[in-house]
């Protein structure tokens, strides 16, 4: 089980975002403890998990349909 561990300043530049946006936007919203990153020893450092991470940027997202009721009892398909 090799898993390549990143800090944000080296996974920003592999997929050119700032660690700023990766560390206050990405992370727990779209990156998520456990699957994407980890905290060793329980620390405060932070390590992605470049698989993971590989993973889900080429992984291609499938967004289910959404359907909004009309009052007239049809639906608008968006």
């Not at 944000?8 to 050119?16: F, G, Y």
């Not at 998990?49 to 007239?72: C, D, G, N």
Request: net charge positive; aromatic share 12%.
């Amino acid at each position: 089980m090799s898993k390549t561990l990143l800090s944000a300043k080296e996974l920003a530049s592999r997929i050119q975002f700032s660690t700023g946006y990766i560390n206050k936007v990405l992370k727990d919203s779209v990156f998520l403890e456990g699957k994407h990153y980890v905290r060793p020893f329980g620390g405060r450092k932070i390590f992605y998990i470049w698989e993971a991470i590989e993973y889900e940027l080429f992984h291609p997202t499938v967004r289910p349909k959404q359907i909004i009721p009309m009052a007239s009892g049809r639906i608008c398909h968006v």
